[in-house]
């Protein structure tokens, strides 16, 4: 096996690593609620705080340890993450559990920024999407497989062994990091003025929003995936396994879609179909619920195609960085993370809200909203790249 294949399988393992800590606790929250006595809505702010703080924080620690160097950084901040994840393990009430997931929230952000930033490094220039792609899908393959056996472990010998669990792996990924990444980078020192700048691009500023808005629009639906297939559609929860984990492997293959979009020249150009058929499915989905086959069939195509503009714009904002911005890199490789969490905030709170005011059958109407506003802010990305390359001919 190649370094490049070992580096590219860690930087996976890394995001898994990520992954299951960020999502594990969604699954284990009645254990965590009887365990504390604390109802089990309070604890339902270990998440929703984990996604602002991660949002909020990486902006901040990539930029400010932008001028030291990416190899000791990443380490760092993976052992503070091993901190977090540890406490969170030993944790003995509400509060010292909410500490720990601000803690592990505050470095995730920036080490998989710092891993997007290495594999930008070390992939051959054909390669590059496809290795992002597999990055985002460690996420994806976290869901799919690690939560589900984590919270098998938590009903069977107690939730603590879960975080004892990502804590081994995060040892073993750090152990990993340590000996295949190279030590030395070139990198781009700068004021933080100057990192910043490249948020007044057009290429970047519309790019962010359409990442918030994508993530939105997904999110404005998927917090109720569970009530949506059990109540709305009628599935009995004995399926609900099952159904979930198909889904799960129908974001692994967007991933990878995504991926084989990304190597495409022009590949933000053909994004806007995928708009369109979103906001059309997402207009029918309230009718489609009637029908078990017709609702799953289109949960599964949404899977598929929602976020199939990952890869694409997380390349773009790369291949920006690297040619117009190198002070920016790390930066800008943290720009779909940052907004992407921001976009999950604003899609459950509206999920959330109108299941209240329209119900739950019909809390889609809110994510065909917010699909007609990405589309508008990828039209207005198209437009500033094919501006700004006809400006330079």
């Known amino acids: 096996m190649t370094k490049f294949k070992i580096q590219s399988l860690v930087f996976v393992l890394v995001a898994f690593m990520l992954g299951c800590n960020e999502f594990i606790v969604v699954g284990i929250l009645p254990d ?3 365990q504390f006595q604390t109802p089990i809505s309070t604890m339902g702010y270990l998440v929703t705080i984990f996604a602002m703080v991660y949002a909020i924080s990486t902006t901040f620690v990539t930029v400010l340890t932008s001028r030291y160097s ?6 760092i901040l993976m052992i503070v993450f091993l901190i977090g994840n540890t406490l969170s393990a030993m944790s003995i009430g509400y509060l010292t559990m909410m500490v720990s997931r601000i803690i592990t929230a505050t470095t995730a952000g920036s080490i998989i920024s710092l891993i997007m930033t290495f594999a930008s490094t070390i992939a051959p ?3 590059r999407a ?4 597999w990055i985002f899908a460690g996420f994806s393959i976290a869901s799919v497989f690690g939560v589900p056996i984590g919270v098998a472990v938590s009903t069977s010998y107690g939730w603590r062994y879960t ?3 990502i804590s081994v792996i995060t040892v073993l990924t750090f152990i990993l990091l340590a000996k295949i990444l190279p030590k030395q980078v070139r990198q781009t020192k700068s004021t933080i003025k100057n990192q910043l700048k490249i948020l007044l691009d057009p290429r970047i500023y519309h790019g962010v929003f359409l990442v918030l808005f994508t993530a939105a629009t997904m999110y404005g639906y998927y917090t109720y995936i569970r009530p949506l297939l059990t109540t709305s559609m009628g599935f009995s929860t004995q399926s609900l396994n099952w159904l979930l984990f198909i889904i799960g492997i129908m974001s692994i293959i967007s991933n990878r879609l995504s991926g084989v979009m990304a190597e495409k020249p022009d590949s933000l150009q053909k994004a806007p179909l995928f708009y369109v058929a979103d906001i059309a499915l997402l207009a029918v989905f309230p009718f489609a619920l009637h029908s078990k086959i017709a609702g799953l069939l289109i949960m599964l195509i949404l899977t598929l195609i929602v976020t ?3 890869s694409p714009i997380q390349i773009h904002f790369l291949n920006l960085a690297e040619t117009e911005y190198p002070q920016s890199l790390v ?3 943290s720009l779909s993370s940052i ?3 921001f976009g999950i905030s604003l899609g459950s709170a509206t999920a959330s809200s109108l299941v209240s005011v329209v119900g739950l059958d019909r809390i889609s109407i809110g994510s065909v909203v917010y699909a007609i506003i990405s589309l508008g802010f990828l039209f207005l990305l198209n437009h500033a790249v094919r501006k700004r390359a006809q400006r330079v001919q």
């Open 32 to 34: 965590l609620s009887k």
């Open 70 to 75: 990416r190899y000791k950084t990443l380490l």
């Open 125 to 127: 220039r054909d390669k």
């Open 130 to 133: 496809s290795l992002v792609s």
């Open 163 to 165: 975080f004892w669990g």
């Open 308 to 310: 199939i503009i990952n």
């Open 331 to 333: 930066f800008a490789s």
């Open 339 to 341: 907004f992407f969490n």
